[in-house]
């Protein structure tokens, strides 16, 4: 197979970016030809909410030819060379990565240049909407570029159907996101030694970027209703804040005077990730809504369960009381019930838990994608 995949890669930082290193990777190790197409740049600064763009971290990029870096959402020049550039490659497959609707024009562009090598299209789509509500009227974006003959893939049967509510006719695939592979094994106790936690704290995660919808608000009020009695607690929030932190502040300083409440306000690299695992007892996603979360599945890869809400394709991510515990979104006290369970010793199944982590991987995203490019060359003959 030889396989396009355009969408932002290091150093540009965040999930979608690990996520195209990664099936690049496993698409390598499976024998592809793997050409991938990031960008010059992301967002217009007057967009962006975080500190930078860019992960000060090692590149997880597998060996080879290195990104082709010429696609820019702000010049519509990039938008058609790129696209004749994987024409010229003769690919069977290009997947380009969908996660906000202000990368539509450019994407859509690349996509009807590079159709000309008879290569299929793959959308893979993080979400169908952006997750923040805006008043600029995206809506003529949402599906702009997916033709009924291309493929798409998503991650949630959530926003599979909100595909089909869109219109979208094209063939449309849901697979579970992809646990990332060989987490470095990190030693708990080592872990609370460095991040000077007690051994028999009761500790609550919650990580990644810290944005509205991702109900911070909500865990830092159930957090108090824990109450006194029972093992000491410390939530861990980390990740970079993209809200207003003054506005929350007053939730922060009433959960902190209950137990305990650490703010690493800052991106993680992928190297500190696995500390901050081992040393929780449970990761909690308090969403107010979502489509996935790759958290879930970075969780599971570092032997820990979960405490989410159900909306979107979070709780197809979870078996109850098995690999996590699922509550009513923007319920604080449904919340602070779930994190007591996990206070009072509740414990996830490990065996669960390995088999959440081994449901769904890149490999199994390439194979998938091995099959569209069968048919693809099946079509040419």
């Not at 010049?75 to 994987?86: E, F, K, Y």
């Not at 789509?125 to 599906?143: C, D, I, K, Q, Y």
Request: proline letters at 8%; glycine letters at 8%.
């Amino acid at each position: 197979m030889h396989l396009a995949i355009v969408g932002p890669v290091h150093p540009f930082r965040g999930g979608i970016a690990l996520h195209g290193a990664r099936l690049a990777a496993a698409a390598r190790r499976r024998g592809a030809r793997v050409d991938i197409f990031s960008y010059r740049r992301l967002y217009p600064r007057a967009f962006f909410p975080g500190r930078s763009e860019l992960d000060p971290g090692p590149s997880l990029l597998p060996a080879g030819e290195p990104p082709d870096r010429t696609l820019d959402p702000l010049r519509p020049r990039s938008w058609a060379r790129v696209g004749d550039r994987i024409a010229a490659r003769a690919v069977d497959v290009v997947l380009l990565q969908r996660w906000h609707p202000f990368f539509a024009p450019a994407l859509a562009r690349v996509a009807r240049a590079a159709r000309r090598s008879g290569a299929r299209m793959v959308w893979m789509v993080h979400n169908a909407r952006p997750h923040e509500r805006s008043a600029f009227p995206w809506g003529p974006l949402l599906t702009l570029g997916i033709r009924p003959e291309d493929c798409v893939l998503t991650h949630a049967r959530s926003e599979a159907s909100l595909l089909a509510d869109l219109g979208v006719r094209a063939s449309i695939e849901v697979l579970p996101m992809p646990a990332p592979e060989a987490i470095p094994a990190v030693d708990a106790a080592e872990a609370r030694r460095e991040l000077a936690i007690g051994r028999d704290e009761v500790v609550f995660l919650f990580f990644g970027y810290v944005r509205a919808y991702k109900g911070i608000e909500v865990l830092l009020e159930a957090l108090p209703l824990l109450g006194a009695d029972g093992p000491a607690w410390r939530a861990l929030v980390v990740g970079e804040w993209y809200v207003d932190r003054r506005r929350i502040e007053p939730l922060l300083a009433r959960a902190a005077a209950a137990g305990r409440v650490d703010v690493v306000d800052r991106y993680v690299s992928e190297a500190e990730v696995g500390r901050y695992f081992a040393a929780a007892d449970a990761v909690v996603l308090p969403y107010r809504s979502g489509t996935q979360s790759a958290v879930i599945p970075l969780a599971y890869a570092n032997g820990r369960g979960v405490i989410t809400t159900r909306v979107g394709g979070l709780e197809d991510a979870v078996e109850e009381n098995a690999t996590g515990l699922l509550v009513p979104p923007g319920d604080a006290r449904s919340l602070a019930a779930a994190l007591a369970q996990v206070r009072c010793g509740k414990r996830f199944a490990p065996e669960a838990l390995r088999r959440a982590r081994d449901r769904a991987d890149f490999e199994t995203l390439v194979e998938w994608l091995e099959g569209v490019a069968g048919s693809a060359r099946r079509r040419a003959t």
